[in-house]
């Protein structure tokens, strides 16, 4: 389950191999590895909890996927546990109980918010979601037949700038276009390969990559793919 790569692309990241080696954190905040990615609105790092915690009062929204281990998340309203390939929500002004396994490697995105969006405690990903039809590519960017494509949102921030849930789509080719938004992706199923002037990439089921704002690249998927998303990108 490792990306298989020809050459590096810039505007694409194997979080799995950036997370490897994380050293162990007993606090939810310290001891995250040097983020993949930071700007003023998002940042992604890697963790490697360890024991147990609280966190009252959580300052941005983040969105917590896991990679290896099991992690437990206590609130008043439900005990979720995560396993790996799947992830949870965590709104901003969230208080939760936290629980890791001594093997728990995971992957933090966190948003920036003023205030909660579509819910005001944790929620996980749910991969058996019913999803509804999304709009396709633009069709002034694709080379070949219009996709079809499916979208379910388990978490839309206030400002409807961070959005998490599960989307797929039959196969479809993208020219490359520049990248707005910052995404984080695990591939349920499929195969993607990635490419711009700087080489090509291709991930697989179980990998996990993360797209950076900037001249972005082409997608190209000749099978149908399913993925976990996380992604903030500028309403305007």
Known sequence: MSAMI????DAVVDMRAYAAGTAPA???FAGRKAPAFADNAAQ???????????????????FVLVLEGRLEIESDARTLTVLPDNGVVL??????????SDDLLA????????????????????LDADMTPSSPPAAENLLGPVPSCRNHTD????NSEFVCGIWDSTPYHRRQIPYRQVELMLLLEGEV???????????RKGDVCM????DGCAWLSEQYVKKIYATQRPVS
């Open 44 to 62: 992604v790092s890697a963790v490697s909890l360890r024991g147990e915690g609280r966190v009252e009062g959580l300052a941005a929204d983040e």
């Open 107 to 126: 992957i933090v995105y966190t948003a920036p918010a003023q205030g909660p969006g579509s819910a005001t405690t944790p929620v996980a990903i749910d």
């Open 155 to 158: 978490y839309l921030s206030a």
């Open 211 to 214: 797209f950076v704002r900037g």
């Open 91 to 100: 709104p901003v002004g969230s208080n939760f109980g936290w629980r890791a």
């Open 6 to 9: 020809e050459q590096a692309v």
């Open 193 to 203: 390969s990635f490419s711009n002037d700087k080489g090509s990439v291709t991930f």
């Open 26 to 28: 007993t606090d939810w």
